[in-house]
Nanobody, 124 residues
Framework: QVQLVESGGGLVQAGDSLRLSCVVSGLTGGTYVAGWFREVPGKGRETVALINWSGDKTYYGDSVKGRVTISRDNAKNTVSLQMNSLKAEDTALYYC?????????????????WGQGTQVTVSS
C-alpha cells in the first residue's frame, strides 16, 4: 500500500521559514516524480513545486518562486520543501504527491498518490 505522510506544518509569523517533509512508502518499481501542492477552501489545488527522481529537474509555481526549494533524499524516501520569507497568503493545507509516470504534471489533476496534508498558517 502506497503511503505519503507529510509533516512540518504549523503556525508561524510572516517572514519566518518552515520545512515540510514527506515520507513515501510502498511504491514499487523504482522511480517516481514528486511534488508539493497547496489548497485553501474555495480554491483549486495549486502547484507549489515538483522534482524529478534524480533531483536535477525542478519546477516552481510563480507565487513561490525564489522563496521555496524542493529537494529529495531517495535513500530515505523523503521529499522536502524548504519555505522561506513566508507570507500570509502562503497559508494553506500542503499536500505531497507522487507519480510514476515519469512526467512533470504541472496541475494537481493526474497525480496518482497523495498524502493527507499538513497545515501551514502564516500570521501577518
Amino acid at each position: 500500500q502506497v503511503q505519503l505522510v507529510e509533516s512540518g506544518g504549523g503556525l508561524v509569523q510572516a517572514g519566518d521559514s518552515l520545512r515540510l517533509s514527506c515520507v513515501v512508502s510502498g511504491l514499487t518499481g523504482g522511480t517516481y516524480v514528486a511534488g508539493w501542492f497547496r489548497e485553501v477552501p474555495g480554491k483549486g489545488r495549486e502547484t507549489v513545486a515538483l522534482i524529478n527522481w534524480s533531483g536535477d529537474k525542478t519546477y516552481y509555481g510563480d507565487s513561490v518562486k525564489g522563496r521555496v526549494t524542493i529537494s529529495r533524499d531517495n535513500a530515505k524516501n523523503t521529499v522536502s520543501l524548504q519555505m522561506n520569507s513566508l507570507k500570509a497568503e502562503d497559508t494553506a493545507l500542503y499536500y505531497c504527491a507522487a507519480d510514476q509516470s515519469g512526467v512533470f504534471i504541472l496541475t494537481a489533476r493526474g497525480w496518482k498518490y497523495w498524502g493527507q496534508g499538513t497545515q501551514v498558517t502564516v500570521s501577518s
